[in-house]
């Protein structure tokens, strides 16, 4: 007798990057069953005599999880290319002032749906400040259409500074207590959806002490999760010696904004003391490689944050500082930029990697940490790869090499989140990718 589980698939026959006790493999020929959203069973004939939705063959693996982007800048890609950061942020600050909430719709859009198609599952969103709720709501619109898992940093400061060295562009900030009454009214609208909301600082230099004592408050009453810029380049430290007379590590440790669920993001310039810090507050750390690289900031100490005891994820940073949305670009640059620089062509091999870009900052998310590998119990954010979609791949000799050093998203071919197939062949189940393209390139 066949048996029927509803809201539940089968992936069948599939080589599945597994948590096993001696750590993760790729174990050939697994069924992988989905009940609810959660995986519960792995293994050879696992979903025999279960007549379910489902797919054959293939590679699976965890759904990537994008620890870092700007969706909203998926409109300004090669924005102010060959300027340095603080020129750079003017350019793309002037859209943020300026951006209506139909730009900040199709931009969330169009950039979510590139981060589903090169495997990402969970994204964090970290939106700059903006007094609009009504561009809040079409960033927050556009990603539940998509299905996409959302981490949404809603953008939080409280100094205001026309230069934005010491501050926010003060167009843009807000009165603390409304925005986070904003916050507790999109938590109260989100409730039954995969979108959980942060709180997302531009950097230390935009929250004065009374700010940061306000944001850990609410953060620690909420359990949100903290994401902030962090030296991305020197002029976090600068400033911060300027204003504060301490280091911009000790600015956020005095104030208490760094714990266990803050993420900070690039942190290029952090040296062995900030180091130390971050790893005994339990902070996590957002990689950015390809925006450190386009923008010029240098190069991110991974290994060195990771002897530290750090957890590390990976992210792709807004579409106007990387110019593209691709996670899989984004791991093969994450290791090769480690390598040049170290001059060692054994850091950050393909286990590590994906460790990074799918458990690697969970702690700061809320989620548990653990091994990179698929296991019973997990939530079903999977992501089915096919090597025979693209020849460069072919011959798979090693699937983590292949993925590592040559996969492009045209080897994702099923994306699931909550074991719903949101990715499907490559292009969307929920999307009508003809309609967007027409409307993106109306925008011109």
Same mark, same amino acid.
């Given at each position: 007798m066949v048996r029927t589980v509803p809201d539940s698939v089968v992936i069948r026959d599939v080589t599945a990057y597994t948590a096993t006790p001696d750590g993760p493999r790729w174990l050939a020929s697994r069924d992988v069953v989905v009940t609810d959203g959660v995986i519960t069973a792995i293994g050879p004939g696992a979903g025999a005599g279960l007549d379910l939705p489902g797919t054959a063959g293939g590679h699976l693996i965890p759904g990537f999880v994008n620890t &870092?982007? &700007?969706?909203?800048? $998926? *409109?300004?890609?090669?924005? =102010?290319?060959?300027l340095p950061l603080l020129e750079w942020l003017h350019c793309v600050g002037e859209f943020t002032v300026a951006a209506t909430p139909e730009q900040t719709y199709l931009a969330a859009l169009a950039g979510g749906l590139e981060v589903l198609r090169s495997g990402v599952t969970t994204v964090v969103e970290h939106m700059w400040p903006n007094p609009s709720e009504a561009v809040h709501d079409a960033a927050l619109r556009a990603l539940g259409e998509l299905g996409i898992r959302v981490v949404f940093g809603r953008g939080i400061a409280d100094r205001a500074d026309p230069t934005r060295k010491w501050g926010m562009d003060p167009r843009l900030v807000q009165p603390l207590p409304d925005v986070l009454a904003h916050l507790a009214e999109l938590d109260a609208?989100?409730?039954? $959806?995969?979108?959980?909301?942060?709180?997302? @600082? #531009?950097? #230390?230099?935009?929250?004065t002490p009374d700010g940061m004592a306000? @944001?850990?408050?609410?953060?620690?009453?909420?359990?949100?999760?903290i994401s902030i810029h962090l030296l991305e380049t020197d002029t976090d430290e600068d400033m911060c010696r300027l204003h504060a007379a301490r280091s911009a590590v000790d600015y956020l440790d005095a104030g208490g904004l760094l714990g266990p669920r803050t993420l900070a993001v690039h942190c290029v310039r952090v040296n062995a003391h900030d180091r130390e810090i971050l790893a005994a507050r339990g902070v996590c750390v957002s990689y950015n490689p390809l925006s450190n690289m386009r923008l010029g900031s240098g190069v991110a100490p991974i290994p060195e944050m990771l002897t530290a005891g750090? =957890? *590390?994820?990976l992210g792709v940073d807004g579409a106007a500082s990387n110019d593209t949305q691709d996670m899989l670009l984004a791991l093969r640059m994450g290791a090769y930029l480690q390598r040049a620089h170290h001059r060692r062509a054994d850091l950050l091999p393909f286990?590590?990697?994906? &460790?990074?870009?799918t458990r690697g900052a969970a702690?700061?998310? =809320?989620? #548990?940490?653990? #091994?990179?590998?698929?296991? @019973?119990?997990?939530?079903?954010?999977?992501?089915?790869i096919r090597f025979d979609r693209d020849f460069a791949c072919l011959p798979v000799h090693d699937p983590g090499a292949t993925l590592l050093t040559t996969a492009s998203p045209r080897v994702v071919d099923t @994306?699931?989140?909550?074991?719903e197939a949101v990715i499907r062949d490559g292009r969307s189940t929920r999307i009508d990718e003809r309609d967007l393209v027409r409307r993106l390139n109306g925008m011109r």
């Open positions: &870092h982007t &700007h969706l909203q800048q $998926s *409109v300004l890609r090669g924005a =102010g290319e060959g609208r989100l409730a039954d $959806s995969r979108i959980t909301t942060a709180l997302a @600082v #531009p950097n #230390p230099r935009c929250l306000a @944001v850990r408050e609410f953060a620690d009453a909420t359990g949100k999760t750090i =957890g *590390v994820g286990a590590d990697m994906l &460790h990074l870009a702690t700061a998310l =809320g989620a #548990p940490a653990g #091994p990179a590998g698929i296991a @019973v119990g997990d939530r079903a954010d999977l992501t089915l @994306v699931w989140v909550d074991g």
